[in-house]
């Protein structure tokens, strides 16, 4: 039998869906915008009442479609993380709507974005709670054909070229994740999770699953040396289009990496194999900062510091072992599982709030390069600030939520005697603030340029008074989250799926 909060799991997906098909059918904007008002309402309220049932009923929720339980059947399930990420999603597709709503304002490509945008949502969604690897792999190709899809409305030839390599990595990366559940299936007959998850044992057939998928996921997670298609897709899209691949997107396939080496394919994972993921974190993490700090353009600045974002993630894989035998493995998994969660909730504010701070600098001077953007905060002072405390938390500084993930992350590695990850973490730091204290002198700092080219009196005007307040809002958030951590703590350790 059910509970009133798990029969409600099927609308984290109904309501986008629906909302995309109607979106598709009704182009006329007011239309589309009260489809979208409703569908993110709707998401809000779904997700409250899954959060209060998960507290008060449960430390997990499930749910089978039609009441046919695996391996036959459609299975749903959420535990702490996932709905950590759901909530994560709700909120920030939210905020982006709102924002996306003004910023295309009456583009003739807002009808072709909003059955895209919600289609994505419901790929989202439908990959935090699915609990079968081949559902899994549906969603991930929901979520590759919208994202490319939205990568395109660039109508630009860089635009296009960008949504061509996006759609080409993604279909690669595909097709490795649904190699290895085909041997998974073979092997064990299911594409259950939780029956993977008590079955798979030790051998060289579930050694090569594992790097098939590895290798898939961390194609689409962008994962340096995979992440050559990151800063052209990100950099390229539209502000909400890039706002929504580095929050959630590169964090769906990240998530979908923590389940199988944490959960279900842990037996197979070796030490080694965790210090071969942190080793590729931190290469991450060094060249995203390099890279951002020789950047031209600030979306293409941004986009690589994604990249390094990403490589913070990814220390998560080291910091899950210690040579200390008196140190607790579950307490020590549960620790450094927290310090993720927190640092992809950080990160996904963050570059949210980046990204539409650079939109909104686009959309007034009609271009992003940085050496431009000299005495620009007297005419664009709440965008400028935006990037300014969303820079503060990429970088770690307190009282940010960036800093409090930082710190959960040092402590792991001090724990565990593994003191190198505090090197990396600390140098990444330090490059994060060269490069955006790059953009914040010039901005702030330096004189206006005497030839300037862009004419102030009109130009400012492009921008609704909304859209600024959009990116203030999501980085003022980077800094409450700082000040509540036990928040995200709490709803982490609830329930999972082993």
């Known amino acids: 039998m059910h509970s009133t909060a798990e029969l409600i799991i099927p609308a984290l997906i109904l309501i986008p869906l629906v909302a995309s098909i109607l979106s598709m059918l009704f182009t006329t904007r007011s239309v589309q915008l009260v489809i979208s008002f409703l569908a993110a309402l709707g998401l809000c309220v779904v997700v409250q009442q899954l959060y209060l049932g998960l507290n008060v009923d449960s430390s997990t929720l499930k749910y089978e479609v039609g009441g046919w339980a695996a391996p036959l059947g459609i299975g749903f399930l959420i535990d702490g993380l996932s709905m950590l990420m759901i909530i994560l999603s709700t909120f920030l597709i939210s905020v982006l709507s709102f ?10 490509v807002a009808q072709r974005f909003w059955p895209l945008w919600w289609l994505l949502v419901t790929g ?4 935090f709670i699915s609990s079968d690897i081949f559902n899994i792999y549906v969603t991930l190709e929901i979520i590759g054909l919208a994202s490319v899809a939205l990568v395109a409305l660039n109508d630009s030839k860089e635009g296009l070229i960008a949504a061509l390599r996006y759609l080409l990595v993604g279909l690669l990366g595909s097709l490795l994740y649904l190699a290895g559940v085909a041997l998974l299936y073979h092997s064990y007959g299911t594409l259950s999770l939780l029956s993977l998850a008590e079955q798979v044992e030790v051998n060289l057939l579930n050694l090569m699953v594992l790097i098939l998928i590895s290798l898939g996921l961390a194609l689409k997670t962008a994962i340096v040396p995979l992440h050559f298609w990151l ?28 389940r199988f080496w944490m959960e279900i394919l842990s037996p197979v994972v070796s030490n080694s194999a965790l210090m071969l993921m942190g080793g590729l974190g931190a290469g991450a993490v060094l060249w995203g900062c390099v890279k951002a700090l020789r950047a031209e353009r600030l979306k293409i600045m941004i986009a690589y510091s994604t990249v390094a974002q990403i490589g913070y993630l990814f220390l998560l894989f080291p ?36 990204f539409i701070a650079a939109g909104n600098i686009i959309k007034t001077l ?14 664009m002072p709440v965008s400028l600030f935006t990037f300014a405390i969303a820079g503060a938390s990429l970088i770690g500084l307190p009282p940010s939520a960036g800093f409090i993930a930082k710190w959960l992350l040092l402590n792991a590695a001090v724990d565990t005697a593994q003191w190198w990850w505090v090197i990396v973490v600390i140098t990444g730091g330090l490059l994060a603030a060269l490069a955006i204290f790059r953009v914040l002198d010039l901005a702030f700092i330096k004189p206006e340029s005497s030839t300037l080219a862009f004419d102030k009196n009109k130009s400012i005007y492009k921008l609704s008074p909304f859209m600024p ?4 809002f999501l980085a ?15 709803l982490v350790s609830l329930g999972g799926r082993e």
């Open 99 to 108: 924002y996306a709503a003004f910023y295309f304002n009456n583009k003739p």
């Open 124 to 127: 989202l969604n439908a990959l």
């Open 231 to 258: 800063p052209y897709a990100h950099g390229s899209a539209p502000a909400p289009v890039s706002a929504i691949l580095s929050a959630l997107v590169v964090k769906a396939s990240f998530y979908l990496l923590v």
């Open 319 to 354: 910091l899950l072992t210690s040579a200390d035998p008196e140190i607790d493995s579950s307490e020590l998994r549960q620790h450094t599982l927290t310090a993720i969660s927190y640092f992809i909730v950080a990160h996904a504010c963050a570059k949210a709030a980046m």
């Open 366 to 379: 009609g271009h992003d390069n940085i050496a431009q953007l000299q005495g620009m905060a007297k005419y």
């Open 469 to 472: 307040y959009a990116g203030l």
């Open 476 to 490: 003022l958030c980077t800094v409450a989250l700082g000040f509540n951590a036990e928040v995200i703590i709490n």
